[in-house]
């Protein structure tokens, strides 16, 4: 017990300990999927598989914060380099088991929107992904999203698994481009991972286009 003196001041007494409460515990808020970021190098002295660099993962809202606010933004990527979120356990490549059967919604960017328009709609298509607002099916379906960095076009694309379910697949296109708000006079194509990889500088048909 304190001891009142003279001027009012309370006196404490010797050898007393005053107790520091325990600091709150930091409440995170879990995100339904665990994410992972990948980096793919450019360099073409090693094999395109170990090419792909595991960044991080993450499965609540304030690590995915802590993460993209400490990476480097998309259009300071250097050319021919790509930033990829896909779900954990899932490797950004078409020979992986969840999207070898799949595809991918793809919108091209000219090279003079990098600095205007790449960086705002990579973040919209984060934002699509892992705030999982759409229906649970197409959720189910999406297993990633790439942008890519090139000389002339940049690409910023959104992968599902199946491409043969295609009212999945079309809900998802009209979902990027709600959630993008492409302009009209810009298309999203989807095409297949398979025709992709066989791709020898001829163009691919889109399967769907939105």
Not at 45 to 63: G, I, L, M, P, Y
Not at 98 to 107: D, E, R
Not at 195 to 210: E, F, H, M, P, Q
Request: aromatic share 8%; with cysteine; glycine share 4%.
């Amino acid at each position: 017990m304190s001891t009142p003196t003279s001027n009012g001041v309370a006196e404490q007494p010797e050898n007393t300990e005053v107790a520091v409460p325990d600091p709150e515990p930091v409440l995170k808020h879990p995100l339904n999927t665990v994410w992972s970021l990948w980096y793919f190098i450019n360099d073409k002295n090693v094999r395109w598989e170990d090419s792909q660099v595991k960044v991080a993962s993450f499965s609540t809202v304030e690590d995915f914060w802590a993460l993209f606010n400490h990476i480097e933004s998309a259009s300071r990527l250097r050319v021919g380099c790509d930033y990829s979120l896909f779900k954990d356990e899932i490797k950004p490549m078409w020979e992986d088991a969840m999207n070898i059967t799949g595809g991918k919604w793809s919108l091209s960017l000219n090279k003079s929107q990098r600095n205007t328009d790449l960086d705002k709609l990579w973040m919209e298509t984060i934002m699509l992904l892992v705030g999982e607002n759409m229906e649970e099916e197409l959720t189910k379906q999406i297993t990633g999203a790439v942008i890519s960095v090139r000389p002339r076009l940049d690409r910023l694309a959104v992968w599902t698994g199946n491409h043969k379910k295609a009212d999945l697949c079309m809900k998802i296109g009209h979902s990027m481009r709600d959630a993008l708000n492409v302009p009209p006079n810009m298309p999203l194509e989807y095409t297949i991972h398979q025709d992709n990889s066989k791709r020898k500088g001829s163009s691919i048909r889109a399967l769907y286009t939105v």
